[in-house]
């Protein structure tokens, strides 16, 4: 359960390092925030919503 308070510290760093306009500390804030958020329980749920997100783009696509 470390990944949570990883994407919150990462998170702030992200933040922080934005507003310094600091890009290697952005990206490597960044990458953080993705592996923290892909290592989490909530992998699962971010990854059914893309799936959703991709059958409407979809069936929006063939649709007539």
């Known amino acids: ?18 507003r310094m306009d600091s890009r290697p500390a952005l990206l490597v804030c960044a990458l953080l925030c993705g592996y923290a958020l892909a290592t989490s329980p909530l992998a699962s749920a971010i990854d059914a919503f893309g799936t959703g997100i991709n059958n409407a783009l979809s069936n929006a696509s063939h649709a007539k």
């Not at 359960?1 to 934005?18: D, H, K, N, R």
């Open 1 to 18: 359960m470390i990944a949570l308070p990883l994407f919150l510290f990462a998170g702030l760093g992200t933040y922080v390092s934005w």
